[in-house]
C-alpha cells in the first residue's frame, strides 16, 4: 500500500513539475511528522532523486522524503523548515581572540582580526550541521565631523550578510534559515582532521578590517550562530572608552 501511494505521489509530482512554477513542497520527516517550504520550484526529477531551487539555491533530495507538492504557495500542511531533513546543533567555544589595535599595523598594511573557536554536535548521532555563521561588530571613533561614532559589521561566511547597513535581528534570521545555508557533513569533516590533525579540529575565521583604516578599535562583539540562535559570543571594549550596553544594537 505504501508503494502504491508513494507512486501516485512521485505521479503527480512529475505532472505537476510541468505545469506549475514555485510552489510548497511538504516532506516526510523520520519520526513521523513533516515540515513544508514555500515558495520552492521543482527543477528536475531523476532516478529517483528531485531538485528543488529556492532562493537562488538549488538542493536535491530523495523523492521518496515527498509527502505532498501544491502548486499553490501554502504553508498549511506543515510547519515551514528552511531546509528538509535531520541537522544537529552545535555548540561552541571561543578559544582565542587576537584583535588589532587599528586598522592598519606598523607598515601600513590592513590589519586582520583572528577567531578560534571549537564546536561539537548536539546531537553526535546526526552527522548534518548547518555552517556556522559568524558576525563580529566593530565599535570606531568617528570618522567625519558629526562626532558620532561608527559600527562595521563583519561577516563569514560571505553569505551570512544580511540586508541592510544597521543590526536587524529578523533580517539576521532570515540569512540564518536560508534554503541556501552551507552544510557540513562532520562525518567526513572529523575523518580529515583525524588524518591531517590539523589545528587539533579547531575553527580559525579571520576578518580583514580594511574599512577600519588607520582608527583605533574601541570594543567589537563576536556573535557565533547555529542553527537558529547565537551559540557564542564575546565582548571587548577598550578600558579607557565609555561604550553603551548593547552598542552594536543601536547603529
Known sequence: MKLIISALISAFVLVSVHNAGAGTITFKEKDGSTTSINNAEIVSIKDGTILIEKDKKRRSFPLSSIALYSPTDSSSAGGEKSIPGEFSDIKATIMEVKSPDKGVDKDGKTSVFELEYTMSRTTPE??????????????????DDSGEREVLRFCHPDAAKPKGKGYDEAAILEKIKGFDRKIWDEGEREHNLKKELKNMGNEVIKFELKSVKSRKIIAYHLEIWGNEAIVAERDWKDFDSNVAKKWWEKY
Not at 546526526?126 to 570618522?143: D, Q, T
Open 126 to 143: 546526526i552527522k548534518k550541521i548547518k555552517a556556522p555563521y559568524i558576525y563580529l561588530y566593530v565599535l570606531l571613533p568617528a570618522s
